[in-house]
T-cell receptor
Framework: DQQVKQNSPSLSVQEGRISILNCDYT??????FLWYKKYPAEGPTFLIS?????DKNEDGRFTVFLNKSAKHLSLHIVPSQPGDSAVYFC???????????FGTGTSLTVIP | KAGVTQTPRYLIKTRGQQVTLSCSPI?????VSWYQQTPGQGLQFLFE???????NKGNFPGRFSGRQFSNSRSEMNVSTLELGDSALYLC???????????FGPGTRLLVL
């Protein structure tokens, strides 16, 4: 039962444009959300997080938006750079739980 | 602060053998979670340890087990290896499981 879904396996964007990666979840108890970036043969690297008390969190070129009513979050990367090419995972947890649930990832390619 | 380390980085085993993977968390982190990553499956949660206690376990057979030591280092063991166990095994540490998890580089296991 996939509680966190990333329905786009891949995304291609021109350098300098905006990349928007989407993530949907089903469990209304989730209250903490993370985005990770993963290069091949490496472990995921933490990018940005958001708690359910916020609807937006920004860190440099990365902004995460949370729409609790739609159970949807998105990661915006502006401007996109070739070095952003990687697989991006979203993850969610409930404060009362003991694990994070991960999506299946979206492979982002930024074209120079 | 040193990051999460995992040993070995690569491993080749044959069916029926067993394997033990090791994870050293970030200093001060007491929660260690283990994940299996296979192509197209995202990160599947194996189990989480906190202060030497397994607090949560994912939907994996009993062949997968783990433990945590008093210094928070953790090991996972897979017995009677199957071809389908070939994957990247990742561990992540955090100060508590609800907080951001930081991943190690992973151990790539190939079962022949």
């Amino acid at each position: 039962d996939q509680q966190v879904k990333q329905n786009s396996p891949s995304l291609s964007v021109q350098e300098g444009r905006i990349s928007i990666l989407n993530c949907d979840y089903t469990n209304s108890m989730f209250d903490y959300f993370l985005w990770y970036k993963k290069y091949p043969a490496e472990g995921p690297t933490f990018l940005i997080s958001i708690s359910s008390i916020k609807d937006k969190n920004e860190d440099g070129r990365f902004t995460v938006f949370l729409n609790k009513s739609a159970k949807h979050l998105s990661l915006h990367i502006v401007p996109s750079q070739p070095g952003d090419s990687a697989v991006y995972f979203c993850a969610a947890s409930a404060h009362t739980g003991n694990q994070f649930y991960f999506g299946t990832g979206t492979s982002l390619t930024v074209i120079p | 602060k040193a990051g999460v380390t995992q040993t070995p980085r690569y491993l080749i085993k044959t069916r029926g053998q067993q394997v033990t993977l090791s994870c050293s968390p970030i200093s001060g982190h007491r929660s260690v979670s283990w994940y299996q990553q296979t192509p197209g499956q995202g990160l599947q949660f194996l189990f989480e340890y906190f202060s030497e206690t397994q607090r949560n376990k994912g939907n994996f057979p009993g062949r997968f087990s783990g433990r945590q030591f008093s210094n928070s280092r953790s090991e996972m063991n897979v017995s009677t290896l199957e071809l389908g166990d070939s994957a990247l095994y990742l561990c992540a540490s955090s100060s508590s499981v609800e907080e951001t998890q930081y991943f190690g580089p992973g151990t790539r296991l190939l079962v022949l």
